[in-house]
């Protein structure tokens, strides 16, 4: 069985960092594609940034572009998200996902809270 736990999350003041990791149980990072979503209350949820299966090619949104930073560690089967400069827009429940042609393996998320 499939278990994707994330970490990491907490509260920062605007302007601090924090680093979100992911790990999973039952699958095998280094053969799936890897992403980052998030969904703020009252929002839909929306796509932060993605990475391949072997970590070559990464897309970050537009709205995160220059301070989040998305990696993967295939040998320790760990996805990270860095959030630099973060705003209290970025205030969200983080999911992390897995997937092939679509995401089908996701965590139960971890708040991050931006005070201003």
């Known amino acids: 069985q499939v278990q994707v736990v994330e970490s990491g999350g907490g509260l920062v003041q605007a302007g601090g960092s924090l680093r979100l990791s992911c790990t999973a149980s039952?699958?095998?990072?280094?053969?799936?594609?890897m992403g980052w979503f998030r969904q703020a209350p009252g929002k839909e949820r929306e796509g932060v940034s993605c990475i391949s299966r072997s970590g070559g090619s990464a897309y970050v949104a537009d709205s995160v572009e220059g301070r989040f930073a998305i990696s993967k560690d295939n040998a320790k089967n760990t996805l990270y998200l860095q959030m630099n400069s973060l705003k209290p827009e970025d205030t969200a429940m983080y999911y992390c996902a897995a997937g092939s042609h679509e995401y089908n393996y996701w965590g139960q998320g971890t708040q991050v809270t931006v005070s201003n």
């Open positions: 039952g699958l095998s990072f280094e053969d799936y594609a």
